[in-house]
C-alpha cells in the first residue's frame, strides 16, 4: 500500500473515532501589527499533549470594502514575550481575501484559514510546548481595512 493511502487510512480513523480535539489559541484575540511578528502564545502555554496547527481565525476592521486581500505567516518557536519571527515558519504568505459591502447593507464575515493538511508541532520532555507567532503583510485590492487580530485553530487527541 502507498504512503499516501496509509495516510489517508490513519486520518480518515482518526477523525471517525471522534478522538480529534479543535480549539483555537489564545483565547483573547492577539492584535495585528502588519509587517511585524507577533506572539500568539508563549510555550508555556501551549498543550503539553501533541497537537497540529490546522489553521487560523483572523478579524478585520468594519467599514466599506470592495475587496481585501491578506498573506499571512505562521509558525512556532522563538524567544517568548518577544515580536520577533518564529524559527520555524510552517506557513508563508498563505493568502487569503474578504469581499465586504457596508455593514448598514449586509453582513459579513471571514472564514477560518484552513491548511490544507495539519501540521504536526513537535512536543517533548524537556519542552512541553512551543511558543506561536505570526506575521500579516496586507495585499489591498479595492479596500484600505487591515487585519485587526489573530488566533490560531489547533488540533489535540488526534487518533488516542
Known amino acids: 500500500m502507498a504512503l499516501k493511502s496509509e495516510v489517508d487510512q490513519l486520518y480518515l480513523a482518526a477523525v471517525e473515532s471522534g478522538n480529534i480535539r479543535y480549539q483555537v489559541l489564545p483565547i483573547a484575540e492577539v492584535p495585528c501589527a502588519v509587517g511585524a511578528w507577533a506572539q500568539l502564545f508563549a510555550a508555556a502555554a501551549s498543550p503539553a499533549v501533541p497537537w497540529w496547527i490546522c489553521g487560523f481565525i483572523v478579524s478585520a476592521a468594519g467599514g466599506l470594502v470592495v475587496e481585501q486581500g491578506w498573506r499571512v505567516s505562521l509558525g512556532y518557536g522563538g524567544a517568548d514575550g518577544a515580536a520577533v519571527a518564529a524559527t520555524t515558519v510552517i506557513v508563508t504568505g498563505w493568502y487569503f481575501s474578504l469581499i465586504h459591502i457596508a455593514a ?57
Do not use: E, F, H
Not at 115 to 143: Q, W
Open 104 to 160: 448598514a447593507t449586509a453582513s459579513g464575515n471571514i472564514a477560518p484559514a484552513i491548511l490544507p493538511y495539519p501540521v504536526k508541532i513537535p512536543v517533548d520532555i524537556v519542552d512541553p510546548g512551543s511558543r506561536v507567532a505570526y506575521s500579516v503583510v496586507t495585499n489591498p485590492v479595492g479596500g484600505a481595512v487591515g487585519l485587526t487580530s489573530c488566533r490560531v485553530i489547533i488540533a489535540t487527541a488526534v487518533g488516542d
